[in-house]
Each structure stands twice: as C-alpha cells, then as structure tokens.
C-alpha cells in the first residue's frame, strides 16, 4: 500500500537541501546506497541520476528502494523512508537537474555535466515513512 | 573477496564525525536505511546499535550491506561502501557507545541510553569501496 501522504515534517526534510542516501538492490539481491539529492511534487519522491549509473540499473530491474535523509542542521531529525519506484523518464530531466542546482548549490545551471550526458528522472512514491 | 585496506580518504571519512547511513535487507529481500555512527579498527568498521532495532535483525538475517557516508564539511567528498557483517557480539558494546558519544557529541558517556537497553557492536569487513 503506498503512502496517502508525506506527513509534514519529512517533506520539511525532503524541501531543505539536505543529502539524501538512496538504498538500492543489486541483481545478486545485495545492498547499494549512495548520496543523491532529492525533491518531490506533492507526495511523490524524484531523484535526478546519470544514465549510465549502477543505481540506475538497479532500480529497473527491482523497484523497492530505502532513503534516509539527516538534516544537515541537525543530525539528530532524520527520516527513512521505504518506497517504490513507479517511473523512470528523461521527460524535462535537464530542467529538472537545473532545479536541483538551485536548490542544492544556488546555480541556475548544473554545473558538472557532462557532454553527452543523458540525465534521467526517477519518481518514487513512499511505502512507509519513519521520523526520528 | 574482502578488501585487505580501505583506502586513506575513506579511512578520514570514517574518523572523522561523519554520519553513515547503513542499508540492510529486509525478510522480504527489500532494503531498509538508517543513519548510524560509524568507527573502525584497522580495516573493519564497527556500529554499535539498540538490541532491539529492525537494522540488527536484518542483518543477522543476511549479512550483505551497503553503507553511504558523506564529508559534513564537503558535502561532495563521499563514500560508498559494500560488505558483509563478519561479527555480531555485545562484549565492550557499551564502552564502544561511550566512545562514539565522544568522537560525535563530544560526551565521554552516551546520554540516551534508555534503561534495560542491550548494546550490540556489529562489525563490518568491507568488500569494495567506490570513493568520490
């Protein structure tokens, strides 16, 4: 059963630039987990990743993914989250990497792209959410 | 295989009081991730978690991890690692929480401990290491 809604405090969480740690499954069914930055529209999670990344792959072939996001202002307010993933598009993906930008590093334009680069947005709806 | 040395950046990222979040795998195989105080001796990291946590179960369950760790002062400078829990044991489990109260709050005695509460040290051999 997916989540009706983010309750407000996580979304607080998800809105400020704080790091988040997205937990993936390789084909062997083990553990992955690396830093991406996050936002979301009303109740649903989007990272913007690489083509050519292993979480990537990841997320294709098994949907269940975990993130856990400190505050950065407070290492003691922290959220898991255990969701699904429910599309992967390249649809506005560049505008979006842009909007992560500003978020993240208050630059209007992504900075580190690379030529050739196809960047991808995952949309994620949250299962269960834990806040500490 | 095990990895026989963890790289010097990383090994900084660990010492240093950078939050890690662990990611473990639930009954099901889906993952789950927390944020957890990290530390090592030598090559081997070592947590130090609640008896009761889901995190414990899981990985007395099935030993495959992830852990993520970023520079609190770089945001940019980050770790990703797999391994495998090779120890689960409750010996010196509380003198290792007080240590980790020192190295992250700068409190030479862990200040939440809840009454009753079992500590447990798990320890971690990493397999491969992705440093960025």
New interface residues.
């Given amino acids: 059963m997916l989540l009706s809604e983010i309750p407000k405090k996580v979304k607080e969480l998800i809105d400020d630039k704080n790091?988040a740690?997205?937990?993936?499954?390789k084909n062997n069914?083990?553990?992955?987990?690396?830093?991406v930055w996050i936002d979301r529209v009303d109740n649903t999670i989007l990272i913007n990743v690489s083509e050519n990344r292993l979480k990537l792959k990841n997320m294709k072939n098994d949907k269940?993914?975990?993130?856990?996001i400190?505050n950065?202002n407070d290492?003691y307010e922290?959220a898991?989250i255990?969701g699904e993933v429910i599309d992967i598009t390249n649809i506005n993906a560049d505008v979006h990497l842009d909007k992560l930008s500003q978020k993240?590093l208050g630059l209007s334009q992504f900075p580190w792209k690379q030529k050739g680069e196809t960047r991808i947005i995952v949309k994620i709806a949250p299962k269960t959410v834990?806040y500490n």
Avoid: C, K
């Fill in positions: 790091i740690h997205l937990a993936t499954l069914g083990s553990p992955h987990v690396t830093p269940r993914i975990a993130l856990s400190v950065h290492s922290w898991s255990i993240y834990y």
